[in-house]
Nanobody, 115 residues
Framework: QVQLVESGGGLVQAGGSLRLSCTASGSTFSIKVTGWYRQAPGKQRELVAS???????NYADSVKGRFTISSTNANNIMFLQMNSLKPEDTAVYYC?????????WGQGTQVTVSS
């Protein structure tokens, strides 16, 4: 079992930056892929960025060049550095971790970007 707790959300003006953190506890040794998703009001949850245990990263086209996913070596803390934020980045952001057989989600953290 893995528990995920996000932090770092908030209100920021367009063009600003935020760094989200996700602290993992429990069987973190089983994690193979970590990721960040977001869900805006009235929209489906979408993948923002992911990283596998080999360090390979993947980003949504809408955030490439602006967001960076990273984690500590032990997968205990995951980060999403968000720069040049836009109003359309406003959403609840969720961290995600997956083993070979299970997926876990954090509770979400609100990010609001004002124009």
């Amino acid at each position: 079992q893995v528990q995920l707790v996000e932090s770092g959300g908030g209100l920021v003006q367009a063009g600003g930056s935020l760094r989200l953190s996700c602290t993992a506890s429990g069987s973190t040794f089983s994690i193979k892929v970590t990721g960040w998703y977001r869900q805006a009001p009235g929209k489906q949850r979408e993948l923002v960025a992911s990283m596998d245990s080999g360090g390979f990263t993947n980003y949504a086209d809408s955030v490439k060049g602006r967001f960076t996913i990273s984690s500590t070596n032990a997968n205990n803390i995951m980060f999403l550095q968000m720069n040049s934020l836009k109003p359309e980045d406003t959403a609840v952001y969720y961290c995600n971790a997956a083993s070979l057989s299970r997926t876990w989600w954090g509770q979400g953290t609100q990010v609001t970007v004002s124009s």
